[in-house]
């Protein structure tokens, strides 16, 4: 019986499309990626434009038509952890797609991003659980699909992908964490705040996952890594990059203070 590959594997996680299945899956595949029971044999190459499995609900629609998530009620807060589960449910297709899509980078890359893909798969599932104690699942509140956006967009390549996921998408996750944290704990939701603490530890680790990869792969290909990255910014982040900026945290995931600043300098400038 032949071993199976890691690539088929991720390919499967981000096929399935029950959300809750996905992140068991997830992490059964990163036990036995850990475990030595799946291969790196490339048998096919990856299809160009994958689209990953979704439940029927949520609702997908643009950002601005979401509802306000006002942390002192209940109902608000419900509305706060579906956007959240939304974001790490995204993540965990992320982080596959990461592994199916870019198949010659250094072995390494790929403990990595199982690690990843484990780690946001217990994220949705903190908060699903934390959803369902109030009454409500992911599904029950629309989303919008802007993470899935930017796979689309850097499907081509592992340095762009790297540059416009982790360093940019979910480092502003980083950003955000500290001011959502304070409004939890004013509502004295301090399960939430728990869970908060959790994802800003792990996605510390996962931001600095992406930049370990973004400067292997600028280094080889003799790139300078800030103007590289300021560059594709502006070619492929059409949003505008606000701050302030999480700089503890984001110093920890490896950006620099020279970055940091000129971030800064940018945002300032928009």
Same mark, same amino acid.
């Given at each position: 019986?032949?071993?199976?590959?890691?690539?088929?594997?991720?390919?499967? !996680?981000?096929?399935?499309?029950?959300?809750?299945? =996905?992140?068991?899956?997830?992490?059964?595949?990163?036990?036995?990626?850990?475990?030595?029971?799946?291969?790196?044999?490339?048998?096919?190459?990856?299809?160009?434009?994958?689209?990953?499995?979704? #439940?029927?609900? #949520?609702?997908?629609?643009?950002?601005?038509?979401?509802? @306000?998530?006002?942390?002192?009620?209940?109902?608000?807060?419900?509305?706060?952890?579906?956007?959240?589960?939304?974001?790490?449910?995204?993540?965990?297709?992320?982080?596959?797609?990461?592994?199916?899509?870019?198949?010659?980078?250094?072995? &390494?890359?790929?403990?990595?991003?199982?690690?990843?893909?484990?780690?946001?798969? !217990?994220?949705?599932?903190?908060?699903?659980?934390?959803?369902?104690?109030?009454?409500?699942?992911?599904?029950?509140?629309?989303?919008?699909?802007?993470?899935?956006?930017?796979?689309? =967009?850097?499907?081509? &390549? #592992?340095?762009?992908?790297?540059?416009?996921?982790?360093?940019?998408?979910?480092?502003?996750?980083?950003?955000?964490?500290?001011?959502?944290?304070? =409004?939890?704990?004013?509502?004295? &939701?301090? @399960?939430?705040?728990?869970?908060? &603490?959790?994802?800003?530890?792990?996605?510390?680790?996962?931001?600095?996952?992406?930049?370990?990869?973004?400067?292997?792969? !600028?280094?080889?290909?003799?790139?300078? #890594?800030?103007?590289?990255?300021?560059?594709?910014?502006?070619?492929?982040?059409?949003?505008?990059?606000?701050?302030?900026?999480?700089?503890?945290?984001?110093?920890?995931?490896?950006?620099?203070?020279?970055?940091?600043?000129?971030?800064?300098?940018?945002?300032?400038?928009?």
């Amino acid at each position: 019986m032949n071993t199976p590959t890691l690539y088929q594997l991720a390919e499967r !996680c981000l096929a399935e499309s029950d959300a809750d299945y =996905k992140a068991r899956l997830s992490k059964q595949t990163a036990e036995d990626w850990r475990g030595g029971r799946l291969s790196r044999a490339v048998d096919a190459e990856p299809v160009a434009a994958l689209e990953p499995g979704r #439940p029927e609900r #949520p609702e997908l629609v643009a950002s601005r038509q979401l509802g @306000r998530r006002r942390t002192g009620s209940s109902a608000g807060r419900a509305m706060l952890y579906h956007a959240l589960a939304h974001i790490e449910f995204n993540a965990i297709n992320l982080a596959w797609d990461a592994i199916y899509r870019f198949r010659s980078m250094p072995a &390494d890359y790929y403990d990595d991003w199982v690690r990843v893909a484990d780690e946001e798969a !217990c994220h949705f599932s903190l908060l699903q659980a934390r959803l369902r104690e109030l009454g409500h699942q992911y599904g029950d509140f629309p989303a919008h699909d802007g993470l899935w956006t930017m796979a689309r =967009k850097t499907a081509h &390549d #592992p340095l762009v992908r790297m540059a416009l996921v982790p360093r940019t998408l979910e480092a502003r996750g980083l950003d955000a964490n500290p001011a959502l944290r304070d =409004k939890l704990s004013r509502a004295g &939701d301090a @399960r939430g705040v728990e869970i908060l &603490d959790i994802i800003l530890r792990d996605e510390i680790g996962h931001v600095a996952i992406g930049n370990r990869w973004y400067h292997h792969l !600028c280094q080889q290909r003799g790139l300078d #890594p800030q103007q590289t990255y300021i560059e594709l910014l502006q070619q492929y982040f059409t949003a505008s990059l606000r701050g302030p900026f999480h700089v503890e945290a984001r110093l920890e995931a490896g950006f620099s203070a020279d970055e940091l600043q000129q971030l800064t300098e940018l945002s300032s400038g928009q």
